[in-house]
């Protein structure tokens, strides 16, 4: 079993930048891959990036290439996602997840087996 427990959010102009982490205990945390997710008020859940377990391939949605980076280090089983350039669209609670052997390709939140409590990202214009 996988516990994760995300921070680093808050309010933020936009333009700005924020580093959310998503710490992992338990055992065998490089057999997961980790993915970010966000939902905004009123919305689905939404696929953000995600980082497979060896941390050798790496997938993001089309609205955050180029300024969302996400990356893991193994010695602090953690898991984080810089954010740059932060819009006001980009609202919403961010949410870390894990699933055993996934694939970075897996957008699907049904498919993420371990998820963490969320942390708020608000973007004032």
């Known amino acids: 079993q996988v516990q994760l427990v995300e921070s680093g959010g808050g309010l933020v102009q936009t333009g700005g930048s924020l580093r959310l982490s998503c710490a992992a205990s338990?055992?065998?945390?490089?057999?997961?891959?980790v993915g970010w997710f966000r939902q905004a008020p009123g919305k689905e859940r939404e696929f953000v990036a995600a980082?497979?377990?060896?941390?050798?391939?790496?997938n993001y949605a089309a609205f955050v290439k180029g300024r969302f980076t996400i990356s893991r280090d193994y010695a602090k089983n953690t898991v984080y996602l810089q954010m740059n350039s932060l819009k006001p669209e980009d609202t919403a609670v961010y949410y870390c997840?894990?699933?055993?052997?996934?694939?970075?390709?897996?957008?699907?939140?049904?498919?993420?087996?371990?998820w963490g409590q969320g942390t708020q990202v608000t973007v004032s214009s």
């Open positions: 338990g055992s065998a945390f490089s057999v997961y891959t």
């Open positions: 997840a894990a699933e055993r052997l996934g694939s970075v390709s897996s957008k699907d939140p049904a498919q993420y087996d371990y």
């Open positions: 980082v497979s377990g060896r941390g050798l391939t790496t």
